[in-house]
């Protein structure tokens, strides 16, 4: 047992390192230091995007060559994701290339593998998820939005909500209820639609952190080709729960989370702050809370390599991750004391702004803060990840 | 990077575990060892078992005696003790006293010591704290010098014949090896919270030869940091130990009472606390892990995984202590239950070699610099 990266990996990390560095635009850098949403604006991910298509599949680091990924190892792949959160890579389509995209290699036809991967692969397209409803939401198989098969189409009717960027998408991926027939899991229909079929009306929603990430999706007898459909009809659920694991375990986020943390003690040190009893203590809990979940990625990352499965950890990453990013949040918050009193409004940010680094660094204290209060909510509460946890390891 | 155990570790892991679940009674040794009076002279089958098993040479090297084995084999001893409230004196005998000799002993003193620890024929405690904390004094006197100085609560040290003596020399530090009943050395034995035994041990210008010096090194401030930092990272193993096991029994617990005529394990709040505890249970194991892995690490890298595995650890063990009184309920506040004896191991665990809190403040002072705030745990991208 060691916490050696072989040789190999080294010069990997290397390479990934230099060619970040010389490719990631400055003005790309400074807009993902200025952004204040949980995930960054599409825009801003694209052009990045583009660069790590052109390098031999990076765009999309999980997948196989196959699907013109890279193909890398999971050792490879941890090191990707940290080289590119210690730089500060802008993110693209996680949507897309981290849920979609697995569904389709494991669940799709050929025609939709044909149609959907590429672009996705490419950039070409951005996704949303159709999941959550008013109705649904740690409830998810409760949804009502109804398709009705009308030929080789189904028309569907209702409403989606919480979805995130749905009005910079042009495609989504929705469940819907297709029987209400027995268990309730058991009438829905995991379905692929473009956004700009008609009877589809977007509205946003404006966080407390003054960004629009999120929107209500509402449809009015849609007509959507059942070629969409992924699986099959009234098998959604299993398609759902397959993603949810991706979308929970699928990013082992250490490194996010610890550039997210430096960011941070640099601004306590560069405020005086190291010595403030309340700060330094806080700092410590946090930073051994990371070092903790950090150890629990790479167990996972361990488990991967030699061909072993995590098993229900991923709920366990989840609720801790979350918290530990709202930790560090806050941290910056009470290191920034009355500076997060200024509020501009505008979003994003770094368009916004012509400031003083340090200046415009403190603007985005507060949103951050307020905006990271949804981690712990979206993608099952941490109340419903300790449901799974009691279950599934406790046997409660 | 590899966290997977291998056969070895397994068959070592089980063979620890069956072997202290069936021979080692905890309330037997507890009661057997006060029978025996403060003073009494410590000879037991446990430890000559310990001794057949190769458990007491298992870190020394093969020309020490030893079967040359790693951090990666003590820790999962030590887990298997926590599991098993073993309160025999292997950590300061063969971990920390046997690992500072290794270390830096000369050959002569290696060849006294080494094989009679892993025999079984010698036992050692440690008359220091934490890093830095010293409390004796070796003034130069003739040949050698004269140690005076005073500690309360030296773990283990009724049982040992001698004692390692962290002691200032000037600015620095070295290591004396003393035996127990040399003149000025008195011993105050007492028990101690967990069940172990302890001593109160006073040096009164004890007179040393330059031979007894470890190493010959009137500077081992480096050798005695790390030989600290090696028992830290064992016994956060330990307490991952205790910590489990408490959360196994809280669990048991709380699927077998019933009240409003059901299980309790069956009240949502209950379930929640139940996982909060595992998940405190993990994130303790992890870390440990982190600080087993890390102890033959750069001094830097190994100071910022041991505070933060101690500092971690301890939070969890409070955390889950006390969240398995209160899950038991009034029963869970008497001695009639085993879980007050690990709540009892885990509050020693803190107060060993530097507190919670003090290892939180060691640990902001190595991460107050943002770059090693941001640099991550493996060994090393792109370093």
Request: proline share 4%; with cysteine; charged share 25%.
């Amino acid at each position: 047992m060691d916490l050696n990266l072989a040789a190999e990996d080294v010069a990997f990390a290397k390479e990934v390192r230099a060619f970040i560095d010389t490719n990631l635009p400055d003005a790309t850098r400074r807009a993902m230091t200025l952004t204040t949403a949980f995930l960054n604006e599409p825009e801003l991910g694209y052009e990045w995007h583009k660069i790590l298509h052109e390098k031999n599949g990076w765009s999309v680091p999980s997948w196989p060559d196959e699907w013109g990924g890279p193909g890398w190892t999971p050792v490879q792949k941890y090191i990707f994701d940290l080289e590119s959160a210690r730089a500060g890579t802008p993110v693209y389509n996680g949507q897309g290339s981290r849920m979609v995209g697995p569904v389709l290699m494991h669940f799709g036809t050929q025609e939709q593998k044909d149609k959907y991967l590429p672009s996705i692969c490419s950039g070409e397209d951005h996704w949303c998820q159709g999941y959550s409803e008013p109705g649904s939401g740690s409830d998810l198989a409760s949804l009502k939005t109804k398709a009705v098969a009308d030929g080789d189409d189904y028309i569907i009717n209702g409403q989606k909500i919480w979805t995130s960027f749905a009005h910079k998408s042009n495609r989504m991926f929705a469940l819907v209820r297709t029987s209400s027939e027995g268990k309730r899991q058991e009438g829905i229909t995991f379905i692929l639609l473009d956004m700009d079929l008609p009877g589809i009306t977007i509205r946003p929603i404006i966080g407390n952190g003054g960004d629009h990430e999120f929107n209500e999706v509402f449809f009015d007898d849609v007509r959507v080709p059942q070629s969409g459909r992924v699986g099959e009809e009234n098998k959604g659920w299993d398609v759902a729960k397959f993603l949810l694991e991706f979308e929970r375990g699928g990013a082992l986020v250490a490194g996010r989370v610890r550039a997210q943390f430096a960011k941070v003690v640099r601004l306590i040190r560069d405020r005086g702050l190291s010595n403030d009893a309340h700060i330094r203590a806080r700092m410590a809990e946090i930073g051994a809370d990371l070092d903790t979940m950090e150890m629990v990625d790479i167990r996972v990352l361990s488990d991967l390599q030699s061909g072993a499965n995590p098993g229900a950890i991923s709920s366990m990453l989840k609720m801790r991750w979350s918290s530990i990013r709202q930790e560090v949040s806050e941290l910056a918050l009470d290191a920034a004391g009355e500076d997060i009193l200024k509020w501009e409004p505008e979003r994003p940010l770094y368009d916004a702004l012509q400031l003083p680094p340090d200046e415009e660094e403190l603007l985005g204290i507060a949103p951050r803060y307020l905006n990271f209060r949804a981690y712990t909510i979206l993608g099952g509460t941490n109340e419903i990840q300790a449901e799974i946890l009691g279950k599934r390891v406790l046997d409660l | 990077m590899d966290l997977q155990r291998d056969t070895e570790h397994n068959l070592l892991a089980d063979s620890a575990e069956r072997m202290l679940s069936e021979n080692y009674d905890f309330s037997t040794r507890h009661g057997n060892q006060a029978d025996q009076g403060e003073n009494a002279a410590w000879a037991d089958d446990m430890w000559r078992q310990f001794a057949q098993l190769g458990w007491l040479a298992l870190p020394f090297a093969e020309e020490d005696g030893g079967l040359g084995a790693g951090m990666v084999e003590i820790s999962i001893l030590a887990e298997a003790f926590g599991r098993n409230l073993v309160t025999e004196p292997y950590m300061t005998t063969v971990v920390l006293s046997g690992g500072l000799i290794a270390a830096i002993g000369t050959p002569e003193q290696r060849a006294d010591t080494l094989p009679a620890i892993g025999e079984g024929t010698l036992r050692l405690a440690f008359m220091g704290g934490g890093l830095g904390d010293i409390s004796v004094d070796a003034a130069p006197s003739g040949d050698g010098y004269k140690l005076s100085g005073a500690r309360k609560s030296v773990i283990d040290a009724p049982m040992a014949a001698r004692l390692l003596v962290p002691a200032r020399i000037g600015d620095s530090a070295g290591i004396f090896m003393i035996d127990c009943d040399a003149t000025g050395v008195t011993l105050r034995p007492h028990r101690t919270l967990d069940g172990g035994r302890a001593a109160d041990v006073e040096l009164t210008g004890v007179n040393v030869s330059r031979a007894q010096l470890l190493g010959g090194l009137e500077d081992a401030s480096d050798a005695l940091g790390a030989a600290i930092d090696r028992t830290i990272a064992a016994l956060s193993a330990d307490a991952a130990g205790a910590i489990g096991k408490l959360v196994e029994e809280t669990l048991e617990y709380t699927k077998t009472r019933e009240q409003f005529g059901r299980p309790i394990s069956k009240f949502q709040v209950l379930a929640h606390r139940l996982v909060a505890m595992k998940v405190s249970e993990e994130e303790a194991r992890a870390v440990a892990t982190l600080a087993v892995l890390s102890a033959e690490a750069p001094a830097k890298m190994r100071r910022r995984a041991v505070s933060s595995a101690k500092s971690k650890v301890g939070r969890c063990a409070r955390f889950v202590g006390q969240n398995a009184i209160q899950t038991h309920g009034a029963i869970g506040t008497t001695a009639d239950l085993t879980i007050g004896n690990y709540v009892k191991r885990l509050m020693v665990f803190e107060a060993r070699y530097g507190s919670t809190a003090h290892h939180a403040e060691l640990y902001a002072a190595i991460i107050a610099d943002p770059d090693t705030a941001g640099a991550g745990l493996l060994l090393s991208p792109a370093a």
